[in-house]
């Protein structure tokens, strides 16, 4: 059983029972549990859906259910990267000057709407939520995007800086790459830490199916 949040308005689906939207919380997400009898829950949850991951903590230690955190390694800067890492979207906002290329999802936008002298390249899935920034161009695309296409993208809309959460990834991996081939700085979003309760932690599927099978 998959379970999507709802939050893409058309979502690549997985093979298998799927369900899309909310719980009603952590105690909605328990009775679930119990209601399905699930014995095992993997929280494969955006690395910055901190509040799903909260809930999905919560309930499966009321439940008394197996939990298993799935999260893709971050990013690592490489020889030739400019980055700055902040710990929030605010603080990611402050300062914010020229001609920025956003890319934090549709839900971070509005942190930016109050930024002045900037001008945003926003790009998202589907239309981001208002309030915007006044001074904008939208682009609704889906990953992954080739590196041409990237560093065309950067040359065209003559961007002097790259804001993005680091989701980590390969499908949007190429903006990094683009940005240090063309000397763009970049400012990157650190991941808000996993809930604490000491569940195990893996990196890919192929180590989540392991963990599966050996319970």
């Known amino acids: 059983m998959s379970s999507l949040a709802g939050r893409v308005r058309a979502p690549v689906l997985p093979e298998g029972e799927v369900r899309v939207g909310g719980f009603g919380g952590a105690e909605g997400l328990r009775e679930y549990l119990r209601d399905n009898a699930i014995d095992l829950l993997v929280d494969a949850t955006h690395p910055f859906a901190a509040v799903m991951s909260a809930h999905a903590a919560a309930a499966a230690a009321a439940a008394g259910v197996a939990l298993l955190h799935l999260r893709r390694p971050g990013w690592v800067a490489a020889q030739g990267d400019s980055w700055t890492r902040v710990p929030s979207l605010p603080a990611a906002a402050a300062g914010l000057r020229g001609r920025v290329f956003l890319t934090?999802?549709?839900?971070?936008?509005?942190?930016?709407?109050?930024?002045?002298?900037?001008?945003?390249l926003i790009r998202a899935i589907d239309p981001p939520d208002p309030p915007l920034p006044a001074a904008r161009e939208i682009l609704l695309a889906r990953g992954p995007f080739a590196l041409a296409d990237e560093i065309s993208l950067l040359r065209e809309h003559r961007i002097d800086v790259l804001v993005t959460k680091d989701s980590g990834g390969p499908?949007?991996?190429?903006?990094?790459?683009?940005?240090?081939?063309?000397?763009?700085?970049?400012?990157?979003?650190?991941?808000?830490?996993?809930?604490?309760?000491?569940?195990?932690?893996?990196?890919?599927?192929?180590?989540?199916?392991?963990?599966?099978?050996?319970?």
């Open 104 to 120: 934090v999802g549709r839900q971070g936008v509005a942190a930016f709407a109050g930024v002045a002298g900037a001008w945003f």
């Open 171 to 215: 499908d949007t991996e190429a903006k990094l790459i683009a940005a240090r081939e063309l000397g763009v700085p970049v400012i990157v979003v650190d991941r808000p830490p996993l809930p604490a309760g000491g569940a195990p932690v893996v990196t890919t599927v192929d180590d989540a199916m392991a963990w599966l099978r050996g319970r």
